[in-house]
């Protein structure tokens, strides 16, 4: 193996998702009918390899992903504060995780770097960082 190709996010409705997943920077690569019900949906950040696709139909249980159920996918970024921004624009919530809960509107310091944390329509748990 040399690199990590696509990361399949279970969501619940394309549409929705793709929308949520622009609004943040991805770009529409493939959207293409696997079936008469199902769409093949791929995106990218711009100047990446590495791929997202937004599934809600998984045909064998063995390898199914209930929407809202992907944790801990990290996005890296130069300028964590003008990404908020863009968050905020699209009211999308985001914050820290602390011992008292979720405290939103933040933005937490690491000795690694900055952090914040949020989610998409369907409740999958995204992070972004600077370093």
Do not use: C
Request: avoid cysteine; aromatic fraction near 12%.
């Amino acid at each position: 193996m040399n690199r990590i190709e696509v990361i399949s996010i279970p969501v619940s409705d394309q549409q929705r998702s793709k929308a949520f997943y622009q609004n943040i920077g991805f770009e529409l690569m493939v959207e293409n009918p696997m079936d008469e019900h199902n769409y093949w949906v791929q995106m990218k950040l711009p100047g990446t390899s590495t791929t997202i696709s937004l599934v809600q139909h998984f045909p064998f249980p063995e390898i199914a992903m209930q929407p809202g159920t992907m944790k801990g996918l990290i996005f890296k970024t130069e300028d964590i504060h003008a990404f908020v921004k863009t968050l905020r624009e699209h009211n999308i919530s985001y914050g820290t995780f602390t011992d008292s809960g979720f405290a939103e509107g933040e933005i937490s310091q690491t000795p690694w770097g900055q952090f914040t944390h949020f989610f998409d329509p369907d409740g999958n748990g995204l992070s972004v960082h600077q370093e």
